[in-house]
Nanobody
Framework: QLQLVESGGGLVQPGGSLRLSCAAS????????IGWFRQAPGKEREGVSCIGMSGGRTNYADSVKDRFTISRDNAKNTVYPQMNSQKPEDTAVYYCAADPSPLFSLCVFRPDMRYWGQGTQVTVSS
């Protein structure tokens, strides 16, 4: 069974850092484009960061550029978004998504990626 599992969410103070994880089972993430999305209460889901197949391309929302970094560990079949200098407006449920289609390889944020995790809550508050 193909599955994505996010972890690493929690409470962090403004200016702090958090590293999320997206682990895959049943398939090899290296062959997939991985997108991270978030949804805050009362707001639409938005794309945050993305890493293309084999790590060839990355993309970040303007709101997180220079603060978030996405990377892969193929040996662990896991993708990590590192979130630094966090702000209260980063508070949301964060989801990872994966798709093997070359249509997603340019890392344009699209909501129709094939596989989705269950989400992990990130709260930035003092």
């Amino acid at each position: 069974q193909l599955q994505l599992v996010e972890s690493g969410g929690g409470l962090v103070q403004p200016g702090g850092s958090l590293r999320l994880s997206c682990a895959a089972s049943g398939f090899t993430l290296e062959s997939y484009t991985i997108g991270w999305f978030r949804q805050a209460p009362g707001k639409e889901r938005e794309g945050v960061s993305c890493i293309g197949m084999s790590g060839g391309r990355t993309n970040y929302a303007d709101s997180v550029k220079d603060r978030f970094t996405i990377s892969r560990d193929n040996a662990k079949n896991t993708v990590y978004p590192q979130m630094n200098s966090q702000k209260p407006e980063d508070t949301a449920v964060y989801y990872c998504a994966a798709d093997p289609s070359p249509l997603f390889s340019l890392c344009v944020f699209r909501p129709d990626m094939r596989y989705w995790g269950q989400g992990t809550q990130v709260t930035v508050s003092s």
